[in-house]
Structures are given as structure tokens and as C-alpha cells.
């Protein structure tokens, strides 16, 4: 029983903590005789004391009976010894049955009682507030035998007295005035208090004691004026169990022995109460209960009254009825039958192994009132709390989402009152309930008629303690696992019930990429679709990597990411070459890395700008070879011009840089209508055994493409005498891809035979005598091919400056000397060594003459133009012409001319204005 008041303790001061959670204010401390909250019945042999909730509020609760002035805390043990029974429900309603026989009431003539008792409520700190409860019952149906049955103890009274003395009863006497009396009468009666000689108890065996024995071990003895009170716990070492008609009974059997001046009476007092004969349906409990029981000493008994109650007190028939209950004499039993879930109970739930189950429990009473031979009754009354088995309640899971809402919506119950849901834990975390209600998951309790309860869950498929897992590119399952933490009060006892739930959605958008370029960069913009950033960025040099974030510059806001990818960079690829620009290419993957899904997949190709082929007017080519996407085994270093011997002057393994000269390394040179082309070629020179390398390695791949990068560098002259100028190819003319560069030819004027200095721009107009000697000179400047002649085919000399006009004279005629100029042309032949190439440099000489007409002398000036010819010393054509003493036919050079067309370059020059020094 200290187990049971401690027990009592733990829930109470927990129930506190409950509700100082829940914000209800603590009742400010009371004085005595504040009757709020607190009732009290006199129910025959005994007195209910009832203490509603609100008084206690959920704090402990606890009872001291007064003896005089004297406080004695009701402890387990001394309840059960003197006759005071508690109990409380699961709100914290008490209620306290106390015998009107108990240890401490003022007893007027066994028939006014008065109790006194009071109610120490425990605040939350060291003060408690205190009632007082002072009850007069009066009660005087008192049968020769009374036997009660409470939850803690039973309590025999016997009257003990002969009729004589019982005829005392009559006429009220003070009690101390009537034991005076006694004792004065009978001095040598008093043996031991109440003239108790020796009490035998039958456990069956026979067990003496003298009476302070039996006090000392916890039996409760009283007498009182007219009767003998026997009263034992459940647990006294005196007690035994007995099977009644298959209803297991405690019993305490107890002969007094009272000893008298002459002579020794004897009281047997029995009692018997039931601890068992409950069977339960789901709707009903029944409650057997032995007809004949061992309290009766004979089979004539008549049954003078059977009552049923509830909580101690009497029901009627109609109050039975109105319930259901039935109370009835089936052969050798009493049975009562009461319907489970009567509102005079109440359900409970409890928590077992982590399973949620409830209990009906309920307090109904019995009374009987039986006769033996026609005298001696015996009024029997049985206060018998009933507590169902555990019922398991599984509660529901119930699913009501709707996958367009986006949200999971689930219902848990039902639940008995008195349970709460604390938390929720996820896959990935616990939240209380005001937690979760406050990062938006929704969490409410719902309510039945029946009070009954369920929980209803509302958390967005977005929520991060949602799981989404991806099946497969476009499916998306959405998984709630969710564990409800609950808490069953007052007791505070946890379980926990575990769901899961999940629904499958096709709602994957994947993301997508753009791109654009400008002439340094790609630029990528990937927007993520609803999957979020979770994918990988793959690209030709594998996955992203911090360092790469860097370097291609990757920002990103909530819905999309930024790169910028220089061309150059090695994730990019070349596709194809230009003379000046490279086509590159940057392929993105986007994977998802869990499952290797491919999520996007994005190629971009543009044109950058890039010097390929440069061709100076030295004759210097460069070109740039790259390693391009078709030929994946090319190793730059190993690329060479056509002769194999020219390698790159500079190489990586993406690109190959050569520099050569236009006479080196096996460039050709052809010569057209207005341009020279020179032309190599970049291979791998030991390209076949590349091939064959490769061919061993993986025999079923068909053989690289070959890499042949044809550069070609085009020289063209425009028309502009004497300047330097970059040319350009006609429109639309099919040209190879390629560069273009700059010749340049010159006609100039010497200060003399020595060809060492000349007139420059600014002299002019150049101021001669008639006759004198010009000295004229073509040349082709800065070319450093050696192979290229200068040829002058025809030059002439007119009035004015339009080379056109006339009059004119001619000075060379198809790359002769006029043979009809009477001033004769002559050639002055380059000294080989005097300079670099001599054959880029023709000189000749005329004589200063005047034009005139009719013997008129027209103006004393003119212009020296000539046609100069590039062409290739080493083939036929104009270079190898050779000059015959006659004049040559017009028509054979015409044909000469159509013949060698493709084979050279001519280019017009002409000289300032030559003004002629009269004087
Ligand atoms: C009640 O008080 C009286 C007088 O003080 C005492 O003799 C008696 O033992 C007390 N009763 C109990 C049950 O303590
Ligand atoms: C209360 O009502 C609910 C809903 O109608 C029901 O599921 C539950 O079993 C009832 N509880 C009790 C204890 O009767
Ligand atoms: C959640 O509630 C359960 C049941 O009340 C409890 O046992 C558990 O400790 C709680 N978990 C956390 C993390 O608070
Ligand atoms: C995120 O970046 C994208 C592209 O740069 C832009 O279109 C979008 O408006 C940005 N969104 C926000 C919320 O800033
Ligand atoms: C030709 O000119 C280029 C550019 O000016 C120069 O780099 C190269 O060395 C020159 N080549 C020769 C042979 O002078
Ligand atoms: C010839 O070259 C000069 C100098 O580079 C340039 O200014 C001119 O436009 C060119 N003429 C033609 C017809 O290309």
C-alpha cells in the first residue's frame, strides 16, 4: 500500500507539469470549511466523501482523519486498518469511503456517527491548501452481522451483546459514562481493552493472539457499544483465498474470546470478499458472484433482499433499467451484468509494448441481505471496482491526400480523451506539435460526439520532412513516414504508433539548358526545373569541380545557374578549322548522381574568332593546326608540313604552331590572273602508323579520318603605283580557306646608274633635261622567295597621267626593248650578290624626251608606266621568254599570252610626272 501512495505521488506531480503546461492557474490558497468542490453522502454503514477536480486542479490530493484534536495522515496502511477506502479517476476526481465504524468517528449509541477528515490539496510549491469535512451520518439499521467489501479492506461488525445489555441501547448513555459503568459493574471483566481475552484466527489453521498482536500486525479491532468490528487489508498474513463455486474469495475468519467474570463468551466474525467471477464480452460485463458463500453456516438461508449500486450508493430498478443492468439469481450465483461503456464508468487508455489498448473500468456495488433458520441477519455489501482487460485499439490510419493539393492529409484515431500527441517524428527529426505547427505542417485534433479523439496531419509534399524519391526520370514518389509520439494521462505514459504513406507522381519538369556565345565564351543558363540544383554538371573533362565553378565564373539564384565557358577552355572541343576562326563546340550533361539518370543534355557550336593562317609580305606563313573532335588520336607534336623535316615550332596537345617561309618546306606556288598562291600542307607525317597503332588496339574501329589542313597564303597587287597594299580575293571566287597577305611592287625613279637612291613621293614632279638619262627601277620589295622573277612586259610613256591616254610611246614591248624608239630602251642587267633577290629587281634606262605632234611640242612632261610580271623562275612562260633581235609578232604573243595566263602575276605601275627643264 506505501507502493500504491508513492504510485499516487509520481502521476499526481506529473499531472502538474501537464498542466502548468497548459496554462491553468493555480487556486490561491484556502482556508478551513471551504466547501467548493467537496461532497459528502451518508450511504448507510457508511460515508462518501466525493472531491471534485476543481478543487485539486491535477494536484496531489491527500486525506488526515481526526481523532480529537489529534491529525493523522490516512496512510495506505492505516486506511485499510481503519476503515477509510480512496480512489481516484483519471480527471483526479477522489473519493473517500469511510466506515462509519472507522477507528476515529464519534460513535453516539451505534447510531449517529460523526467524520471528520480533511483534504490537504498540494500546491505547486511548499503550500497546500486545507479542508475540513466534518459529516454526521446516522444509521441504526444495523444487522447482527454487517460485512463490508472495499477495494482495500473488509470489515466485519458483529453485535456482541446479550439481550440485556442490549436493552441498555435503549436509553441514551454518554459513552464513557456507560464504560464507567461497565467496568464499575463488572471491575474484574477487563481482561484487555474492550474485555478482549485472546482472538484465534483460521488461516485455515488456528493462529492465537491477544489483541495487541492483532492491532500490532494491522488488523483493525474495535467494539464499540453494542458490536465488534473486525476489520483486515487484503494482505494481512491472517487472510486466505477460498474457491466459492468457482469465485475466488479472501477470507479472514476470527474467533473472540471475551472474557467475563465468570465466564468466557466467544464471537465468531467472518468475512468473505470476492476478488474474482468476472467474465467479459465486448458488450457486456458479467459479475458472478457464489449464492450460497462461506459466511453462511447453513444451506436455510433465505435471501431477504438483493441491491445493486453504483459507487457505493444504492440504484433502483428503474435507474438499473435505464442502464441496462441486470442483477439476478441464476442457480447457485448472483449474477450481475452491466453493459460495457455505461456512462456510470468510464474508459481508460493504456500504452503495453508500445500498443495502444484501453480499459472499461467501473465501480458497482452488491448488497445482500440473507436470514439463516429465520433470525440473524446479515447485511452484505461488496464494493467491487471492475477494470476491464486491456482492450488492444489499434487506431486507423487514415489516408485522405489529395495528390493535386500537393499535400499529405492523413487522419490517426481514434484515441480515448485522455490521450495526447506530443510529437511527431520524421525521417529526419522530431517536432513537437507546436513545432510543427509552426514551420506550416498542420496538426489538428479532431473530435467524436462520444468524446474520442483523432489526429489529423497535413504536411506539403514540399516540406523537407516529405522523402521524394525519384523512380525513374519523370516519376516521383512522395513517402511520409511519420511516428506520433503520445502521452496517456495523468499517468504520462508514452507509446508511439508508426504510418507511413506515400503517393507516386509524374511531376518531374527536368531542367534545361541555353547557351549563347560571344567571341570568347559560351554561355550556359541552366534553369532547374522543379528537381532543384540536384544534378551534376558534366562536361567533356568530367564532373564539375570546385576549382571549374571558378573558373567559369558559376552564379546561381534560386531557379537557375550561370556559366561561361571560354573557348579555349579544355571541356570545349574543336569541330572544324577557318582561316580565321575555329569552330568549337561545348557539350553539357546535366545527371542526376543517385541513380545515373541523364536529366539534359545540351551541345552548343559556334564560330570564334582566331588567327589560323597569317601571311606576311616577307613571304612568312604561319598557321595554327588544331586537334580537332574527328580525330581523336592526333597528337599535335607529331604534325609536320609537307616536307616532314618542317615540325611546329611550338605545340600542346591541342594545337600545333608552325612558321615558314614560302620557299621552305615543300610550299608550292602558283601563280594567277592577279595573285600567287602559296600553298603546304599541315599531316601527321607518321600518320599510318598512328593507324596501325590504333588498329591493333581495337581491330573493328574503322581507321581516323587523316588530317590534311591545306593552308594556302594569297599575294595579290592592286593598282595603286608605287604604295604597298593589302589585297583581297574578288567576290565569290572559290578559293580554299585560307589567308590572304600583301605584295609589293614598286616602279621607281633613280638619282642615277648606280641604282641606290631614289626619288621619293615628295620630289616629284621630277624636273630633267631633254635627253638626259632616267633611270628607272621595278621592284618586288620585302618577298623573300627567291624562286619569284620579276618580269617587265610593256612599258610605255604618256602625256598625261591617265596610262591610258595619248598620246603614248611605247619604251618595252612584251618584256623587249621597242625596237621602233628611236632613244633606244635599255635594260641594265641586276648584279647577282649586289642584293638579296635580283631577281625581284629589273632596271632600265631612257632618255628624256618630249612628245610632239605635227613638230608641235605638246608640254614638256610625262609618265613612265609599266605592266610588271610575277612569275615562278622555274616554270616556262613570260620568266623564259627571250628577246629577238626583231620585233615580235602581235599575234604570236597574243597566243603566247592566252597560254601562260594561269602562270603569273601582272600588276600596272607608274611613275610621278617627269617635268622637262627647258633651259
Ligand atoms: C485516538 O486518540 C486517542 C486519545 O488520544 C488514542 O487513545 C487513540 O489511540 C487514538 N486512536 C487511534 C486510532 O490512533
Ligand atoms: C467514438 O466514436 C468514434 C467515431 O464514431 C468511434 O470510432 C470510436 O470507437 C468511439 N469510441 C468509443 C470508446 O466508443
Ligand atoms: C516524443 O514523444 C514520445 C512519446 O511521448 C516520447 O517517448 C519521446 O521521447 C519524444 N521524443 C522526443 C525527441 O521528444
Ligand atoms: C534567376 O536567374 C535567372 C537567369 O539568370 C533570371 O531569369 C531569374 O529572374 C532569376 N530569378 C531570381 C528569383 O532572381
Ligand atoms: C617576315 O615578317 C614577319 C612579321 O613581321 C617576321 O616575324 C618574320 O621573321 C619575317 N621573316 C623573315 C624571313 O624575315
Ligand atoms: C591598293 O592598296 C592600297 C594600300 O594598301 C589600298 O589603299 C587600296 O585601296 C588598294 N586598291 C585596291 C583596288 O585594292
Redo the contacts with the bound molecule.
Sequence with gaps: MTTWLFGMCTFWLLMVMVLAQKNFNVVPAQTFNQRTGLKTDCLGSYMRLTVDKSLALGNQVEFDALNGSQIEPLTSSLAAKCGFSIDSDPWGNYRVFASLLNCFSANEDDHVFDVDLRVRVHGVKAEQDVFEVAKTCHYDQWAPREVLCTRNYMEVSVNRLPEEITALRRRPVPRTQMFDQWTNTVPEAVTSRYNIWRMVFFTPTQKAMVLEDALRTGYGVTTTRSRLVLRSGYDLPETYVENVNGVPMKMIRVTTYFKKQWSVTMLDTVAACPTGGLSFTDEMITWNFPRFNPLMSSVETSLLGMFMGIDGKQIDSAQMTARGYVLSVVEDQVVMKIPMGGPDGYYKSHAVNNQYHITYNIEPMLELLWSEGGMDATRYKVLFPIKTPLMPRPPHFVDFTDAEQRMFDVLLGPFLYDTELVNITFSTGVLTVAEANARGINIQEQRFQNGSKAFRLQVPFSDAFVVRTQVDLTVTVYTLHVTFGFMILPEYTPFSHTASVDVTLRDVILPTMSGTCDEEKFYIVISFGNLGKNFNIMMARGDMTPDRRAEYDIKENATHMSLAVPFLSSDVVFELMYPSSLRARLDVLLWEPINKWTLSDFSLACNFPMTMTECFSNGTMSALAVKVESVPQLVPRQLTLRDPSCKPKFSNDRFAYFSFEANRCGTTRTFYDDVVMYQNEITLGNGLQVYQQNKKEVPASPPDPEYHVTMSCFYML???QT??????PRENEPLPETGFG?LQVVLRLALDGSYSNFYVKEDYPVVQYLRSPLFFEVALLQSTDPQIELVLENCWATLKEDWNSTPRWDLVVDGCVNLADRYETVFHPVIPNSVPYPSHLKHFEIKTFTFVQNDVVFQDQIFVHCDAVLCDSESDGICKRRCPSPMPLKNEKKVRREATNVQFLRTPLSSGKIVLSSS
Design positions: 592592286n593598282d595603286t604604295v604597298a597594299f593589302f589585297t583581297k600583301e
